[in-house]
């Protein structure tokens, strides 16, 4: 029997706000446990949260920047349950009323997009964090995380196999980085994705029971633990068995999901509107400032990148990734006027370097300058398209600038004819056998020649002057 998985995912996003979503408490990542801290976020009795607007307004461009609609009326309600880092017995956050509805993102699939829906986004505040290594016998709290703020971004179950999945991920943590609400570190938990999966018959519509698997904290584990989830639930069922409804963690030391709760233990959160919060009003001309300061966004950067540039789309999809990736291409472009050369040498050389190395764009000794100059010197015939991979290398290495790269380590191509007839002479010399076989009509040992030319000459011959002048030299 042929299966098919439904895919619907749940991600919580920080927010890069300086402080607390309803005290001054600042956000910083890092401080003294319990440092950032007071009565309202610690969840003392009698005190009084207030909203802090930057939360609103970053809640609303990510609303924006997904195509949802903003509603004019939200509400906080208070989510109850009991667990040692939240003081306060309920955490605050939006149910039946959230700020924003029925929104979308395009993923690439083949020979076309998919359109991934996105039922709603909400803002919450995060809980404070359990400390229990290096403990002996106890755990701490540290309450420093709680109160910060949190967007929930929650899709339709649209999605049918990890790729889809990864792909929309990618996408939305790109968007929340464009626009600057959220910092996207997965491994700090700044953006982390709870997946809910389920299998039905290939055909079939209903779609099976789900299983949650919570807490993903990378791209790579989203992917594996779909995977295993998928094939977990195949044989499960293939074995007359049943999916039920459960929770499940992701076990990063053995590859497989666990069981963590069924749906008897399922907390019930009674939920119910905040009554220490007033409803959240959103004017339509506060909704159009904020949409009119948006920035560009990745779709729209491919589009432009594709049309102004002239690159292939795969090449802007890629360049688009980041915004900082994104400048270093069009700075690039535009110093060496030679857009598609530009993102050649970027996407195949500088990024390739860069993870090896595992640095970020920002970090590349080589800047756009350097490989603006470098397509120069290979425009004006200095250096061979052979030679540049050498010259790139070294930049990478030393932060030098081209020129001096060429110049201190002899790479000056060679174009007098003469010097390049010698190297050919004496490749000819020296297979005489080929030659002879050539001569007799195996045309396909003319790259060998030139294999061997440009061997001799240490890749600095100019690849045009020796395949004109190897043809006339083997003819006669
Ligand atoms: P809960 O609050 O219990 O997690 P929701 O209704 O908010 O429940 O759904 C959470 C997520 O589960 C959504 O992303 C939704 O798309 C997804 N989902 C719902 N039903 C299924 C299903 N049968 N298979 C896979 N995902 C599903
Ligand atoms: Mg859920
Ligand atoms: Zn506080």
Not at 142 to 148: F, K, Q, S
Request: glycine share 8%; aromatic share 8%.
């Amino acid at each position: 029997m042929e299966f098919e998985a439904v895919i619907g995912l749940e991600v919580h996003a920080q927010l890069l706000t300086n402080t607390k979503i309803f005290c001054g408490c600042p956000t910083k990542f890092g401080a003294e446990p319990n440092s950032q801290t007071c009565p309202i976020c610690l969840g003392m009795p009698g005190v009084l949260p207030v909203l802090n607007k930057k939360v609103v307004e970053y809640a609303m461009k990510a609303a924006l920047a997904t195509g949802c609609e903003i509603q004019s009326m939200s509400r906080f309600a208070r989510k109850n349950y009991f667990y040692p880092d939240l003081p306060k017995g309920y955490q605050i956050s939006q149910y039946e009323l959230p700020i924003a509805l029925r929104g979308h993102i395009d993923i690439p699939v083949e020979g076309g997009h998919k359109r991934i829906g996105i039922t709603r986004i909400h803002m919450e505040e995060d809980a404070g964090k359990s400390l229990h290594e290096g403990i002996a016998g106890a755990s701490h709290v540290d309450l420093n995380r709680a109160g910060t703020p949190l967007i929930e971004i929650v899709s339709e179950p649209d999605m049918r196999n990890s790729d889809e999945a990864v792909e929309y991920l990618k996408r939305l943590r790109a968007i929340l980085m464009y626009l600057e609400v959220c910092d996207g570190n997965m491994e700090e938990g700044s953006f982390r994705c709870d997946a809910n999966i389920s299998i039905m018959p290939k055909g079939e519509t209903k779609f099976g029971t789900r299983a949650e698997l919570k807490n993903i904290n990378s791209f790579r584990f989203v992917q594996k633990a779909i995977e295993y989830e998928i094939k977990r639930q195949k044989a499960l069922i293939m074995d007359g068995g049943k999916v039920v409804q459960e929770t499940r963690l992701w076990d990063t030391q053995k590859n497989v999901t666990v069981s963590m709760r069924g749906k008897e233990e399922a907390h019930d959160y009674r939920y119910f509107p905040d009554p220490d919060l007033v409803p959240i009003e959103i004017s339509p001309e506060w909704i159009e400032d904020v949409r009119k300061s948006l920035p560009e966004l990745p779709a729209q950067k491919v589009k432009r990148f594709t049309a102004e540039y002239g690159i292939p789309e795969y090449d802007a999809e890629v360049l688009s990734v980041s915004k900082a990736l994104a400048n270093y291409y069009e700075e690039t472009a535009k110093l060496s006027g030679q857009s598609k050369a530009a993102s050649n040498w970027i996407m195949g050389d500088l990024l390739r370097f860069l993870k090896e190395d595992d640095r970020e764009i920002e970090e590349s000794p080589v800047t756009p300058k350097h490989i603006a100059e470098m397509i120069k010197l290979m425009d004006d015939g200095t250096i061979s398209g052979k030679i540049a991979k050498t010259v790139m290398e070294e930049m990478y290495k030393t932060g030098k600038m081209p020129e001096d790269v060429v110049k201190e380590k002899g790479l000056v191509q060679v174009t007098d004819t003469g010097a390049i007839e010698k190297v050919i002479d004496e490749v000819i010399a020296e297979n005489a056998d080929s030659v002879a076989a050539y001569k007799s009509g195996k045309d396909k040992l003319f790259g060998f020649f030139v294999g061997q030319v440009m061997k001799k000459s240490q890749g600095k011959a100019n690849p045009g002057a020796v395949n004109e002048l190897l043809k006339k030299k083997l003819a006669g």
